[in-house]
Protein backbone atom coordinates (compact mmCIF):
# COMPACT_ATOMS: atom_id res chain seq x y z
CA UNK A 1 0.00 0.00 0.00
CA UNK A 2 2.64 2.13 0.46
CA UNK A 3 3.77 2.25 -3.41
CA UNK A 4 -0.04 4.36 -3.28
CA UNK A 5 -0.58 5.47 0.27
CA UNK A 6 0.89 8.55 2.22
CA UNK A 7 2.90 6.62 4.60
CA UNK A 8 0.65 8.82 7.52
CA UNK A 9 -2.51 7.31 6.52
CA UNK A 10 -0.78 3.81 6.04
CA UNK A 11 0.49 4.25 10.05
CA UNK A 12 -2.55 5.35 11.36
CA UNK A 13 -5.46 3.13 12.89
CA UNK A 14 -8.03 5.29 12.08
CA UNK A 15 -11.17 6.64 14.31
CA UNK A 16 -13.70 3.93 14.75
CA UNK A 17 -16.88 4.98 15.87
CA UNK A 18 -19.96 3.59 18.12
CA UNK A 19 -21.60 0.25 16.93
CA UNK A 20 -24.66 1.52 14.73
CA UNK A 21 -26.78 -1.47 14.48
CA UNK A 22 -29.55 0.32 11.36
CA UNK A 23 -33.06 -0.98 12.28
CA UNK A 24 -34.78 -0.33 16.07
CA UNK A 25 -34.12 -3.76 17.34
CA UNK A 26 -31.42 -3.03 19.73
CA UNK A 27 -32.05 -0.17 22.80
CA UNK A 28 -29.17 1.85 21.72
CA UNK A 29 -27.56 3.74 24.61
CA UNK A 30 -23.79 3.94 23.52
CA UNK A 31 -23.30 7.09 21.30
CA UNK A 32 -24.97 9.41 23.14
CA UNK A 33 -28.00 9.81 20.84
CA UNK A 34 -31.17 12.17 22.30
CA UNK A 35 -33.94 8.84 22.65
CA UNK A 36 -36.57 11.78 21.82
CA UNK A 37 -37.87 12.85 18.51
CA UNK A 38 -36.73 16.16 17.16
CA UNK A 39 -39.00 19.87 17.04
CA UNK A 40 -41.64 18.93 14.80
CA UNK A 41 -41.11 22.37 13.58
CA UNK A 42 -38.21 20.43 12.17
CA UNK A 43 -39.70 18.23 10.28
CA UNK A 44 -42.18 21.03 8.61
CA UNK A 45 -38.76 22.81 7.81
CA UNK A 46 -37.45 19.78 5.92
CA UNK A 47 -40.97 19.23 3.76
CA UNK A 48 -40.68 22.48 2.99
CA UNK A 49 -37.53 22.98 2.00
CA UNK A 50 -37.77 19.68 -0.30
CA UNK A 51 -40.94 21.37 -2.11
CA UNK A 52 -39.08 24.18 -3.36
CA UNK A 53 -36.86 21.76 -4.98
CA UNK A 54 -33.51 20.22 -4.62
CA UNK A 55 -32.13 21.54 -8.06
CA UNK A 56 -30.19 24.41 -6.84
CA UNK A 57 -26.69 24.36 -4.55
CA UNK A 58 -27.47 25.03 -1.30
CA UNK A 59 -26.40 28.59 0.27
CA UNK A 60 -22.11 27.92 0.80
CA UNK A 61 -22.39 29.58 4.13
CA UNK A 62 -25.52 28.17 5.55
CA UNK A 63 -26.52 31.79 6.03
CA UNK A 64 -30.18 31.12 7.50
CA UNK A 65 -28.46 29.39 10.28
CA UNK A 66 -25.68 31.76 11.03
CA UNK A 67 -28.29 34.25 11.23
CA UNK A 68 -30.92 32.53 13.64
CA UNK A 69 -27.64 30.99 15.50
CA UNK A 70 -25.91 34.82 15.94
CA UNK A 71 -29.20 36.08 16.72
CA UNK A 72 -30.08 33.31 19.63
CA UNK A 73 -26.17 34.23 21.16
CA UNK A 74 -25.79 37.48 20.44
CA UNK A 75 -22.91 37.40 17.79
CA UNK A 76 -21.35 38.52 14.67
CA UNK A 77 -23.31 36.24 11.85
CA UNK A 78 -19.71 36.74 10.39
CA UNK A 79 -18.57 34.54 13.74
CA UNK A 80 -20.30 31.81 12.79
CA UNK A 81 -19.34 28.39 10.54
CA UNK A 82 -21.48 25.62 9.96
CA UNK A 83 -20.19 22.26 9.31
CA UNK A 84 -21.50 18.60 8.22
CA UNK A 85 -21.62 17.47 12.09
CA UNK A 86 -18.96 19.14 14.49
CA UNK A 87 -16.77 16.28 13.12
CA UNK A 88 -16.38 18.09 9.89
CA UNK A 89 -15.72 21.78 11.91
CA UNK A 90 -13.15 19.64 14.08
CA UNK A 91 -11.38 18.65 10.54
CA UNK A 92 -11.85 21.97 9.20
CA UNK A 93 -9.90 23.31 12.57
CA UNK A 94 -6.64 20.76 12.03
CA UNK A 95 -6.23 21.32 8.81
CA UNK A 96 -6.41 25.04 9.16
CA UNK A 97 -3.91 25.68 12.02
CA UNK A 98 -1.81 21.96 12.42
CA UNK A 99 0.46 21.44 9.71
CA UNK A 100 2.83 18.12 9.12
CA UNK A 101 5.84 18.01 11.86
CA UNK A 102 3.59 20.51 14.14
CA UNK A 103 1.35 20.17 17.47
CA UNK A 104 -1.83 19.57 18.39
CA UNK A 105 -2.69 19.03 21.97
CA UNK A 106 -5.54 17.13 23.77
CA UNK A 107 -6.80 15.75 27.33
CA UNK A 108 -6.90 12.34 27.42
CA UNK A 109 -9.01 9.80 27.93
CA UNK A 110 -11.31 12.60 25.87
CA UNK A 111 -12.34 12.24 22.23
CA UNK A 112 -10.10 10.05 20.13
CA UNK A 113 -11.48 10.93 17.37
CA UNK A 114 -8.64 14.90 17.66
CA UNK A 115 -5.64 12.35 17.44
CA UNK A 116 -6.42 10.70 14.13
CA UNK A 117 -7.20 13.96 12.48
CA UNK A 118 -3.60 15.15 13.64
CA UNK A 119 -1.89 11.76 12.36
CA UNK A 120 -3.78 12.98 8.84
CA UNK A 121 -1.80 16.18 9.13
CA UNK A 122 1.44 14.32 9.62
CA UNK A 123 1.30 16.19 12.82
CA UNK A 124 2.41 14.98 16.49
CA UNK A 125 -0.45 15.05 18.90
CA UNK A 126 0.53 15.08 22.63
CA UNK A 127 -2.48 13.40 25.74
CA UNK A 128 -2.34 15.18 28.43
CA UNK A 129 -3.21 12.95 30.75
CA UNK A 130 -6.00 14.27 33.25
CA UNK A 131 -5.55 13.51 37.00
CA UNK A 132 -7.81 10.60 38.62
CA UNK A 133 -10.37 13.24 39.59
CA UNK A 134 -10.74 14.73 35.72
CA UNK A 135 -8.83 18.04 36.90
CA UNK A 136 -6.18 19.02 34.63
CA UNK A 137 -2.81 18.78 35.65
CA UNK A 138 -1.31 21.84 37.62
CA UNK A 139 1.59 22.04 35.49
CA UNK A 140 -0.83 22.36 32.50
CA UNK A 141 -2.67 24.57 33.63
CA UNK A 142 -0.04 27.05 34.97
CA UNK A 143 1.68 26.55 31.97
CA UNK A 144 0.04 24.83 28.86
CA UNK A 145 2.66 25.49 26.30
CA UNK A 146 6.04 23.65 28.69
CA UNK A 147 7.83 20.69 27.46
CA UNK A 148 5.23 17.92 29.32
CA UNK A 149 6.42 14.48 27.97
CA UNK A 150 8.54 12.68 25.72
CA UNK A 151 6.05 13.63 22.36
CA UNK A 152 6.65 17.07 23.01
CA UNK A 153 10.29 17.29 23.22
CA UNK A 154 11.26 19.57 21.27
CA UNK A 155 8.37 20.22 19.71
CA UNK A 156 6.59 22.30 22.61
CA UNK A 157 7.43 25.56 20.46
CA UNK A 158 5.34 24.08 17.18
CA UNK A 159 1.98 23.91 20.13
CA UNK A 160 -0.66 24.91 16.82
CA UNK A 161 -4.08 23.77 18.35
CA UNK A 162 -4.75 22.54 21.80
CA UNK A 163 -8.72 20.84 22.13
CA UNK A 164 -10.74 20.76 24.98
CA UNK A 165 -14.02 18.93 25.00
CA UNK A 166 -15.95 20.11 27.70
CA UNK A 167 -18.06 18.86 29.25
CA UNK A 168 -15.72 16.03 28.36
CA UNK A 169 -16.37 12.77 26.94
CA UNK A 170 -16.37 9.74 28.27
CA UNK A 171 -16.34 11.30 31.94
CA UNK A 172 -19.32 13.72 31.19
CA UNK A 173 -17.07 16.22 33.52
CA UNK A 174 -16.15 19.61 33.06
CA UNK A 175 -13.33 22.00 33.49
CA UNK A 176 -14.79 25.19 34.62
CA UNK A 177 -14.63 28.36 32.12
CA UNK A 178 -12.56 30.61 34.17
CA UNK A 179 -9.92 27.92 34.10
CA UNK A 180 -10.43 27.54 30.04
CA UNK A 181 -9.62 31.30 30.09
CA UNK A 182 -6.58 31.24 31.82
CA UNK A 183 -5.45 28.56 29.84
CA UNK A 184 -6.17 30.34 26.29
CA UNK A 185 -4.36 33.29 27.25
CA UNK A 186 -1.16 32.21 27.84
CA UNK A 187 -1.62 30.27 24.13
CA UNK A 188 0.43 31.31 21.16
CA UNK A 189 -2.38 29.14 19.88
CA UNK A 190 -6.25 28.76 19.20
CA UNK A 191 -7.82 26.63 21.78
CA UNK A 192 -10.88 24.45 20.66
CA UNK A 193 -13.76 24.12 23.19
CA UNK A 194 -15.86 21.00 22.04
CA UNK A 195 -19.14 21.75 23.54
CA UNK A 196 -20.78 19.24 21.75
CA UNK A 197 -22.71 18.04 25.42
CA UNK A 198 -22.29 21.82 26.25
CA UNK A 199 -26.36 22.13 26.15
CA UNK A 200 -26.35 19.35 29.23
CA UNK A 201 -24.07 21.88 31.18
CA UNK A 202 -24.61 24.60 33.65
CA UNK A 203 -22.06 26.99 31.88
CA UNK A 204 -20.04 27.69 28.59
CA UNK A 205 -17.84 29.18 26.66
CA UNK A 206 -19.45 31.21 23.96
CA UNK A 207 -19.22 34.25 25.51
CA UNK A 208 -15.34 34.13 26.02
CA UNK A 209 -14.95 33.91 22.50
CA UNK A 210 -15.27 38.04 22.12
CA UNK A 211 -12.84 37.67 25.22
CA UNK A 212 -10.21 35.99 23.89
CA UNK A 213 -9.37 36.14 20.01
CA UNK A 214 -7.84 32.16 20.45
CA UNK A 215 -11.21 30.91 22.00
CA UNK A 216 -13.15 28.67 19.50
CA UNK A 217 -16.49 26.82 20.36
CA UNK A 218 -17.87 24.01 18.14
CA UNK A 219 -21.33 22.91 18.43
CA UNK A 220 -23.18 20.43 16.96
CA UNK A 221 -27.17 19.16 17.20
CA UNK A 222 -26.29 15.77 17.25
CA UNK A 223 -26.65 15.55 20.71
CA UNK A 224 -29.30 18.46 22.13
CA UNK A 225 -31.45 18.71 19.61
CA UNK A 226 -31.35 14.97 18.46
CA UNK A 227 -30.60 15.51 15.22
CA UNK A 228 -27.49 13.00 14.94
CA UNK A 229 -28.82 11.88 11.51
CA UNK A 230 -29.02 15.03 10.10
CA UNK A 231 -25.41 15.77 10.22
CA UNK A 232 -24.79 19.51 11.17
CA UNK A 233 -22.43 21.55 13.28
CA UNK A 234 -21.37 25.25 13.95
CA UNK A 235 -18.57 27.00 15.45
CA UNK A 236 -18.16 30.04 16.69
CA UNK A 237 -14.72 32.01 16.54
CA UNK A 238 -12.86 35.77 15.66
CA UNK A 239 -14.71 36.60 11.98
CA UNK A 240 -10.89 36.65 11.45
CA UNK A 241 -10.01 33.46 12.04
CA UNK A 242 -13.31 32.30 10.33
CA UNK A 243 -12.73 33.86 6.95
CA UNK A 244 -9.76 31.85 7.05
CA UNK A 245 -11.36 28.42 8.25
CA UNK A 246 -13.94 29.24 5.19
CA UNK A 247 -10.97 28.90 2.67
CA UNK A 248 -10.65 25.17 3.79
CA UNK A 249 -14.16 24.08 4.28
CA UNK A 250 -15.41 21.94 0.80
CA UNK A 251 -17.86 24.67 -0.87
CA UNK A 252 -21.39 23.47 -0.34
CA UNK A 253 -20.61 21.26 3.04
CA UNK A 254 -24.06 21.68 4.75
CA UNK A 255 -27.10 20.47 2.40
CA UNK A 256 -30.15 22.34 1.56
CA UNK A 257 -32.13 20.69 3.96
CA UNK A 258 -30.03 20.23 6.90
CA UNK A 259 -29.79 24.15 6.79
CA UNK A 260 -33.45 24.01 6.40
CA UNK A 261 -33.75 21.61 9.32
CA UNK A 262 -30.88 23.17 11.97
CA UNK A 263 -31.97 26.40 11.33
CA UNK A 264 -35.75 25.41 12.39
CA UNK A 265 -33.99 23.51 15.33
CA UNK A 266 -32.53 26.53 16.71
CA UNK A 267 -35.25 28.85 16.60
CA UNK A 268 -37.16 26.36 18.98
CA UNK A 269 -35.74 26.50 21.80
CA UNK A 270 -38.61 25.87 24.04
CA UNK A 271 -38.30 22.41 22.15
CA UNK A 272 -34.44 22.54 23.89
CA UNK A 273 -35.65 23.46 26.85
CA UNK A 274 -38.36 20.93 27.91
CA UNK A 275 -35.71 18.00 26.28
CA UNK A 276 -33.07 18.93 28.49
CA UNK A 277 -35.58 18.94 31.83
CA UNK A 278 -36.32 15.40 30.70
CA UNK A 279 -32.22 14.45 29.79
CA UNK A 280 -31.20 15.94 32.94
CA UNK A 281 -33.92 14.15 35.30
CA UNK A 282 -33.25 11.15 33.78
CA UNK A 283 -29.36 11.57 34.19
CA UNK A 284 -29.58 12.28 37.98
CA UNK A 285 -31.40 8.89 37.84
CA UNK A 286 -29.18 6.86 36.20
CA UNK A 287 -26.40 8.38 38.30
CA UNK A 288 -27.94 7.64 41.78
CA UNK A 289 -29.02 4.46 40.56
CA UNK A 290 -25.17 3.28 39.63
CA UNK A 291 -23.49 4.43 42.30
CA UNK A 292 -25.68 2.51 44.09
CA UNK A 293 -24.60 -0.85 42.53
CA UNK A 294 -21.25 0.18 42.90
CA UNK A 295 -19.72 2.06 40.45
CA UNK A 296 -17.60 4.99 40.50
CA UNK A 297 -19.23 7.12 38.85
CA UNK A 298 -18.11 11.25 38.32
CA UNK A 299 -20.86 13.90 37.97
CA UNK A 300 -22.05 14.24 34.71
CA UNK A 301 -22.72 17.71 32.77
CA UNK A 302 -23.66 15.63 29.70
CA UNK A 303 -26.11 13.07 28.53
CA UNK A 304 -24.21 9.97 29.69
CA UNK A 305 -22.17 8.52 32.52
CA UNK A 306 -18.96 6.94 32.74
CA UNK A 307 -19.51 4.22 34.97
CA UNK A 308 -16.09 2.43 36.91
CA UNK A 309 -15.02 -0.48 39.34
CA UNK A 310 -11.96 -0.90 40.34
CA UNK A 311 -13.19 -4.56 42.07
CA UNK A 312 -14.73 -6.16 38.68
CA UNK A 313 -13.76 -6.23 35.06
CA UNK A 314 -17.06 -4.70 33.09
CA UNK A 315 -16.46 -6.01 29.79
CA UNK A 316 -18.80 -8.88 30.89
CA UNK A 317 -21.65 -6.70 31.76
CA UNK A 318 -21.55 -4.56 28.58
CA UNK A 319 -21.42 -8.35 26.72
CA UNK A 320 -24.92 -9.31 29.26
CA UNK A 321 -26.48 -5.97 28.26
CA UNK A 322 -25.47 -6.43 24.55
CA UNK A 323 -26.83 -10.30 24.14
CA UNK A 324 -30.12 -8.28 25.90
CA UNK A 325 -30.59 -6.17 23.06
CA UNK A 326 -29.17 -2.79 25.41
CA UNK A 327 -25.60 -1.35 23.41
CA UNK A 328 -23.70 0.71 25.89
CA UNK A 329 -20.44 2.03 24.97
CA UNK A 330 -17.36 -0.37 26.56
CA UNK A 331 -13.86 1.83 26.51
CA UNK A 332 -11.01 1.02 27.50
CA UNK A 333 -8.21 3.42 27.56
CA UNK A 334 -4.63 2.13 27.90
CA UNK A 335 -3.08 3.83 30.76
CA UNK A 336 -5.81 4.91 32.36
CA UNK A 337 -8.45 2.06 33.28
CA UNK A 338 -11.62 0.52 31.09
CA UNK A 339 -15.27 1.81 31.80
CA UNK A 340 -18.97 1.57 30.68
CA UNK A 341 -20.21 4.95 28.94
CA UNK A 342 -24.23 5.05 29.15
CA UNK A 343 -26.27 7.41 27.12
CA UNK A 344 -29.56 8.94 28.57
CA UNK A 345 -32.17 6.88 27.29
CA UNK A 346 -35.80 7.69 28.37
CA UNK A 347 -36.92 6.64 31.71
CA UNK A 348 -38.11 3.23 30.54
CA UNK A 349 -35.24 2.48 28.44
CA UNK A 350 -32.82 3.52 31.11
CA UNK A 351 -34.23 1.89 34.01
CA UNK A 352 -34.50 -1.24 32.14
CA UNK A 353 -30.89 -1.01 31.17
CA UNK A 354 -29.52 -0.57 35.10
CA UNK A 355 -32.31 -3.71 35.86
CA UNK A 356 -30.07 -5.59 33.30
CA UNK A 357 -27.00 -5.00 35.10
CA UNK A 358 -28.47 -5.14 38.73
CA UNK A 359 -29.69 -8.54 37.56
CA UNK A 360 -26.51 -9.16 36.43
CA UNK A 361 -24.01 -8.28 39.23
CA UNK A 362 -26.42 -10.51 41.49
CA UNK A 363 -26.06 -13.29 39.24
CA UNK A 364 -21.77 -13.46 39.12
N1 LIG B 1 -17.19 16.07 19.91
C1 LIG B 1 -17.40 15.16 20.86
C2 LIG B 1 -16.75 15.34 22.19
C3 LIG B 1 -18.22 14.05 20.61
O1 LIG B 1 -18.42 13.13 21.56
C4 LIG B 1 -18.84 13.92 19.34
C5 LIG B 1 -19.74 12.75 19.04
N2 LIG B 1 -19.12 11.56 18.78
C6 LIG B 1 -18.56 14.88 18.37
C7 LIG B 1 -17.75 15.96 18.69
C8 LIG B 1 -19.07 14.78 16.96
O2 LIG B 1 -20.41 15.03 16.84
P1 LIG B 1 -21.10 15.26 15.44
O3 LIG B 1 -20.10 15.02 14.35
O4 LIG B 1 -22.24 14.31 15.40
O5 LIG B 1 -21.55 16.69 15.45
Redesign the pocket.
Known sequence: MRKYVRSEIVDMKGYVSGEQPQGNEAVKLN??ENPYRASENVYDAIRQAAEVGLSRYPNPLGEAVRQTAAKLYGVDPASVMCGN???DL?TILTRTFVGSGELLRMPYPS?ILYESLAEIQGAFCEKIHFNPDWTLPKKFEENPIEELGDISQGKANNLRLVVL?NPN?PSGTVIPKTKILEIAQQLPCPLVV?E?YADFAEENCLDLVEECERIIVCR?L?KSYAL?GL?F?FLVASPKLVEQMLKVKDSYNCDTLSIAAAAAALADQDWLRENRRKILATRARLQKRMRKLGFDVPTSHANFTWNTRSDRPVQPIYAFLKERGFLVRYMNYPGWSDGLRISVGTDEQTDRCVDLIEEFLEKT
Open positions: TNGSDLYPSDATSARG
